[in-house]
């Protein structure tokens, strides 16, 4: 939907009703996984560009061309894969790291099936380019500066932003990893439930699968480095939330976080404008200094959720929370 065309909010009920329409009965439940995973030459170690014959655009395009994936432009550039059958998509992370967002799926077998035939499919197609793909919480070789950028223009914006926030933040952009999982609630109580639970395991989950122990080819004194650099990347929109463990916390409750939250960007006419550090409160009393009068959809609403970075989040696009961890080898 192009923020033309998506509903304007008026109100700060508005926006609660738009994590609240994210419910779903029992029976529509379903898991979804985001897979990410570090692309590298495999004579040179090198991480891959976006360009050339051995490339992040030549790994796009063979999926295009031989799995008939449909390509996301972004102005000449292709920038991601939706699936053939529309559920699941391809996407570029800052730095390269390749990402599938899986479709929703019934059950935790069903999602192996999908991510085992997604490295398959990878690897295929990878190979004879010799580009292989490691799956760690944390880029073990290469330095910040030799690490290629992606050409989406929301990144240039975080980019430029993260470098005024904690001195982790262009390391979580660029060298860091992680596998997702999103889950369905059927009301605010559930929903309450599941982030909650999952919140209290996040720090279990990052010991079990902590695999970030190296930085620039030396051990760094961590096993999770990646859980390290959560520490001090950007804490308005980061980390574990107490919040939500006291009593009354939901849908307004978590409202009120997001739009204290600063804005990155607002998506117009397919340019991301930087609105970088701007209160979304002030767009919805439109009064946000770059459009002046203008007030902001439910599709600026939906793309604000996603640059929020806590442990666990209610993102509005799958209608779900998320489970963030580090994961292993592919």
Known sequence: ???????????????????????????????????????FLSDTLERVPYEGKRSIKALLEGFR????????????NIIGLMAPNGNGSISLEPGGQFELSGAPLENIHDTYEEVHDHLMQVREIADPLGIGFLGVGFDPLHKLEDVPIMPKGRYKIMREYMAKKGKYGRDMMFRSCTIQVNLDFSDEADMVKKL???????????????????????PNGYQSFRSQIWTDTDNERAGILP??????????????????????????????????????KD???????????????VLDW???LTTIFPEVRIKQLWKCA????????C
Not at 17 to 24: I, N, P, S, T, W
Not at 197 to 209: D, E, K, V
Not at 244 to 265: H, I, K, N, R, S
């Open 243 to 280: 919040f939500v463990f006291e009593e009354g916390f939901g849908f307004e409750q978590w409202v009120d976080y997001a739009l204290d939250v600063p804005m990155y960007f607002v998506y117009r006419d397919g340019i991301y404008h930087d609105v970088a550090g701007e209160s979304f």
């Open 302 to 304: 939906e793309t604000h």
């Open 196 to 218: 909650r639970t999952s919140m209290a395991l996040q720090p279990i989950a990052t010991a079990l699968f902590a695999t970030s122990p190296f930085t620039e080819g030396k």
């Open 1 to 39: 939907m192009a923020p033309e065309t998506s509903p304007l909010i008026e109100t700060r009920d508005d926006l609660i009703y738009a994590l609240e329409r994210g419910c779903k009965p029992k029976e529509q439940w379903r898991i979804g996984t985001e897979h990410e995973k570090f692309p």
């Open 65 to 76: 061309d031989r799995f008939h994936w449909t390509p996301l432009m972004e102005g000449d």
């Open 322 to 329: 998320a489970l963030m961890v580090d994961h292993g080898v």
């Open 283 to 297: 767009f919805l009393d439109g009064k946000l200094p770059q459009f002046p009068g203008e007030k902001p959809t």
